[in-house]
Each structure stands twice: as structure tokens, then as C-alpha cells.
């Protein structure tokens, strides 16, 4: 799908107008990645043309008219192609394209270190990293997969430089046996060529289980590390202890799924308890009268809100560098991995936190909003850095 879509990308049709080419790119990748939720207006006018979270659509237009200027665009490029192959389409009313025909056996594949372009100024991470993917990044002369956020780049340096291989500390995934290879498949599929997880990366369990929002999780973290060249291992959480890690940078992936969360986070300023059967406890330190409460956990029972933290410790004595992603369910560790890898969130994250918080210790709290199994995009509580 992504060879065809660079091929499409680099046509006459398409070269002419970037904006055209920004959208296709967007909403192709993100259907890819399964995420329909993010194919709404205002969530493209956003993320693809710069326009402010919630911008007013019945006065801009931009989205529509760049919609109805791409299926133009595909119809004209159509017209010259011959029949079989792969096709995309966006049909009317959608801005969900659908898939037609079948791939060609073979795709050229770009290595994503050799791609030096780029991005435009609000192209969202995940988009790009795709875009590195059958070609697509070297049709696409003046992109990139890896966009300038310096809020982003200080939150992950301490861990993406230096020599050595990360781990990935994952709560319980992935697990590989006869009947869940389909794990291992969802981890391999949104990964570009020259940036994939491979089986030999995976630490196997067959007694781990984990649930669907936290795969999602893990897919985002390990792929922004993939992409980013940072060689990395996943480890499942009850099968190791900090002696194995050793000095290594650390991301860890759950909340209380994972016991290295909770222990790395106990004493911290934010704090997340299990204050009974169903009943989860969001504590301020600073803040005796903050207090938040969940009851009931997806996907047991149904969740109108779930709270989450990314937090990130440095401790140069001991070489230990970590940050750490979780939420009370999955689904608050999924939105947290997604705003801890997406360059937006955390430009908002450096207009709260104090001076310098660049090269200290970082806590931030999340809230989001769950509808049905569908997390919204999370506000930011608060921010901490000492």
C-alpha cells in the first residue's frame, strides 16, 4: 500500500500541490495504523494544515476542499494506469480511503537512514515514520520521518544517545505461542522497511498476556525507537530485574500491569494506588486535596475517564535512565505512549514546565476521556520537574 501511495505521491497529479500530497499521506497512514478515530475534520485540519485543535469548520473549509481536490487528483492519475493493482480511493462523504486490487509481489524498499529531507511544521510523528515505508520517504524530496520538536528530542535524548541497546520493559508483552502469533504480527505491520521489529528482538513468554490498548502502546514506543536507529530490546516485566538492565536506558510500558512502574513511581509526587476491589487512586503529594478516583477498569467494566503519567528519571550515579508510561487501564497507557512519542503534547508539556526541566527529572498527569472503548485526546493535569 505504501509503494503504491508513493507512487501516487510522486506523480504529476500530486506534485504540484503539497497540501494534497500531506493529506493522502495522512490519511492512508492513519488508516493503516488503525486509527479511524483521527480521520475527522477537525482532527486533520489540526494535524495536517496547522489549524487550532477545534477549529470552527462550518468557516473553514480547508479539510473539504482538499478532500474533494484529492479524489479529483487519484481520478486523474487512474486514468492513465491500467487495470489490476493496487488502488486508493476516498470516497465521497469520507475521509477514510479504501483499498482496491492487490500489491505488486515486490516493493522497492528505502533504508530510513539514508532519507535526509524535511517536514513540514505539524506532520505528526507517527505519519512520517510510515512514510519512510516502500519508497515513499525518497518520492517525497523535502520530507521527513523524524520532525525538529525540540520539547520531544530533550524528553528522549538522555535515552536515544550514547552507545548501548534500550530496553523496552512491557507489562506481560508480547506474548509468543501457536495461538497468539497474530502479537507478533500487530508489532511487525506498522513499522517501515529498514526500520522493523524482528522476532529475534522479542523476549518470549508463553505465560504472558497483555491487553490490546497496551500492544498499541508498545507498537508506538518501539517504533519511534526503530525509526530513530536506537537499537532496542522487549522484555516482559516479570521476567527481569534491575540487575539485568545494568546501566541500560529503560522505557517501561504499563501501570499496574507492570511492577517496575509502580515502583519506579511510588514516592513520586504523582502517585497511583489501588485503594480497593475496582477502585483506583490518583494522589498529588503537594496537593492533599487532590484526589481522583476510578471505579471499575476497562475492559471489565465501562470507564468515563482514566488517568495516566509519563515520567522520566534521571539518575547519573548510578547510569540509570528511564521513562516510564502507564495509565490506571490500557487504554490510559495507549494515550500516554501516544503523547509521549507525538511531538504537539509535549511542545505543550515545555510552555508549563519550569526552566531547565530539560536536563532534570520530569512528571507529567494525563486525563482522558473514554467513550466506549475510544480514548479522547488527554489534557495535562500537571507537570513536574525537580
Known amino acids: ?42 482532527v486533520i485540519g489540526a494535524e495536517v494544515f496547522g489549524r487550532a485543535p477545534g477549529f470552527e469548520t462550518a468557516g473553514d473549509s480547508i479539510v473539504r476542499v482538499k478532500a474533494t481536490e484529492v479524489r479529483k487528483r487519484l481520478a486523474k492519475f487512474y486514468q ?9 480511493e476516498l470516497p465521497t462523504g469520507s475521509y477514510v480511503p479504501v483499498f482496491h486490487g492487490q500489491a505488486p509481489v515486490a516493493a522497492a524498499e528505502v533504508d530510513v537512514a539514508e532519507v535526509d529531507v524535511v517536514a513540514p511544521r505539524r506532520m505528526s510523528r507517527r505519519v512520517m515514520a510510515g512514510a519512510a515505508g516502500g519508497g515513499l520517504a525518497a518520492a517525497l524530496g523535502g520530507w521527513t520521518f523524524w520532525p525538529k520538536s525540540r520539547a520531544l528530542d530533550a524528553l528522549w535524548a538522555p535515552l536515544l544517545t550514547g552507545p548501548g541497546q534500550l530496553v523496552v520493559c512491557a507489562s506481560g508483552a508480547p506474548a509468543v505461542s501457536a495461538t497468539d502469533q497474530s502479537v507478533v504480527e500487530a508489532l511487525r505491520r506498522p513499522y517501515p522497511p529498514g526500520a522493523t ?12 498476556q497483555t491487553s490490546w490498548p497496551t500492544v498499541q502502546a508498545l507498537v508506538d514506543v518501539t517504533r519511534m525507537l526503530a525509526v530513530a536507529g536506537k537499537p532496542f530490546q522487549v522484555r516482559v516485566a ?15 510500558i504499563g501501570m499496574f500491569s507492570n511492577p517496575w512502574t509502580v515502583e519506579l513511581t511510588r514516592h513520586l509526587r504523582f502517585s497511583f494506588e489501588i485503594a ?40 547519573p550515579p548510578r547510569n540509570r535512565r528511564v521513562i516510564a508510561i502507564g495509565g490506571i487501564s490500557g487504554l490510559g497507557t495507549r494515550v500516554a505512549a501516544d503523547f509521549a512519542t507525538r511531538e504537539h503534547g509535549w511542545e505543550q508539556v515545555a510552555q508549563l514546565a519550569p526552566a531547565g526541566w530539560e536536563q532534570r527529572n ?25
Open 80 to 88: 492513465d494506469q491500467p487495470a489490476g493493482g493496487l488502488r486508493i
Open 276 to 315: 480497593g476491589a475496582g477502585e483506583y487512586v490518583v494522589k498529588d503529594a503537594e496537593r492533599p486535596d487532590f484526589v481522583r478516583r476510578v471505579r471499575g477498569v476497562y475492559p471489565v467494566s465501562p470507564m468515563p475517564v482514566d488517568y495516566a503519567q509519563v515520567t522520566r528519571l534521571l539518575d
Open 238 to 252: 516479570a521476567e527481569m530485574s534491575f540487575d539485568q538492565v545494568n546501566g541500560q536506558p529503560l522505557v517501561v
Open 362 to 386: 520530569v512528571q507529567v498527569l494525563l486525563e482522558t476521556r473514554i467513550i466506549g472503548d475510544t480514548p479522547s485526546p488527554p489534557t495535562i493535569l500537571a507537570v513536574h520537574a525537580w
Open 1 to 42: 500500500m505504501r509503494a503504491a501511495l508513493a507512487e501516487i505521491v510522486a506523480s504529476p497529479e500530486f506534485r504540484a500541490s503539497q497540501k494534497c500530497r500531506s493529506f493522502l499521506i495522512y490519511v492512508v497512514e492513519e488508516t493503516l495504523a488503525g486509527r479511524h478515530e483521527s480521520l475527522k475534520e477537525r
Open 197 to 208: 521489529i524482528r522476532l529475534d528482538q522479542l523476549s518470549l513468554s508463553r505465560q504472558a
